[in-house]
């Protein structure tokens, strides 16, 4: 974010005949991008840490069945963590429709509709609208939770 502001003040200062709003535009776009790709990578990463703490728990017999079934799956052995899985649920619906759906607000998948919460929605757009501000609460989050997972199995395993 700050190499994309840093372009964009740039370019203001050496072009004088520049068109102030396809530079703003421009970096906008590349805002949104850097944010949506961020949150692909950070649901990438909690989705991982999920299945290996699953791994942990059913040692031969995890098959990993997808965010949502494998957070209900690890939530019925470890009990709720910090934040609700629905969170996370919503997250990897942003996530599939940025990957799957070209970032819009509802697709169908297979014979499915899909749709993200409204609060990560841009309306105005009929895309994903992920800020920064979403971005930090979905890091700080995750870490809480992963955290909280790694200390509730250490805590199962001596009993």
């Known amino acids: 974010m700050e190499n ?8 203001v ?3 004088d005949h520049l068109d102030l709003g396809e530079l703003h535009d421009y970096s906008d776009e590349l805002r949104r991008a850097a944010n949506n790709f961020a949150l692909v990578g950070l649901v990438t990463r909690f989705r991982h840490w ?7 728990l059913l040692e031969n017999r995890f098959e990993d ?19 609700p899985i629905s969170f996370f649920q ?3 619906t942003v996530r599939d429709s940025i990957i799957h759906a070209d970032s819009k607000i509802a697709w169908i998948h297979g014979s499915k509709p899909k749709q993200i919460a409204e609060r990560y929605a841009d309306v105005s757009l009929g895309e994903v609208g992920f800020t920064q501000a979403h971005l930090q609460e979905a890091i700080e989050k995750s870490i809480e939770q992963i955290k909280w997972y790694d200390e509730r199995l250490d805590v199962l395993s001596q009993i």
Do not use: C, M, Y
């Open 65 to 83: 069945q997808g965010l949502q079934k494998n957070l209900e799956a690890l939530e019925q052995r470890t009990g709720k963590g910090p934040t």
């Open 50 to 56: 999920v299945n290996l703490f699953l791994e942990e």
């Open 4 to 11: 994309i502001s840093h372009i964009e003040k740039e370019a």
């Open 90 to 92: 919503e997250l990897g």
């Open 13 to 15: 200062a050496t072009d």
